[in-house]
């Protein structure tokens, strides 16, 4: 293994570093908190979607659009995107994408964004309701 080069950071420090800043909810207060209008995002790929399951009401914004769709300032931004005082919790498959996702959200001025602590399988774990995830279609005949 070659040195990491002068001022890096790995990967355990960077999620310790978005960890740091966000108040993590654990599944109950995630359904308090879509109860009141905060906004569920799932950012996994449907792969995960369709093996495991979805989480009702959640809306999907893949990763790799996430900021785009989030981002006031953005003209890609979705219609319910456009105040900073958001209330955003994050989810993936475990909560470790989720937090770099919502650390991500926090630079852009959503400061109300956070994750859901354990992501989608703490959520099926704790009972909470899921439905089967959409099959994908291959595209191959």
Do not use: H, K
Not at 97 to 122: I, N
């Amino acid at each position: 293994m070659t040195p990491a080069p002068p001022g890096s950071l790995g990967i355990d420090e960077i999620l310790a570093n978005a960890r740091a800043r966000l108040s993590r909810v654990d599944p109950y207060e995630t359904q308090a908190a879509l109860s009141r209008g905060a906004v569920l995002v799932d950012i996994r790929p449907a792969a995960q979607r369709a093996e495991f399951g979805e989480i009702p009401g959640a809306v999907v914004i893949e990763r790799n659009v996430l900021e785009w769709r989030l981002d006031p300032r953005s003209d890609a931004r979705l219609p319910f995107a456009g105040s900073y005082d958001l209330e955003v919790i994050v989810t993936c498959q475990e909560g470790y994408t989720s937090s770099l996702a919502a650390a991500s959200l926090q630079d852009l001025g959503l400061w109300r964004a956070t994750d859901l602590e354990g992501g989608y399988r703490a959520w099926r774990d704790a009972g909470l309701p899921t439905v089967q995830g959409s099959p994908l279609i291959s595209a191959a005949r």
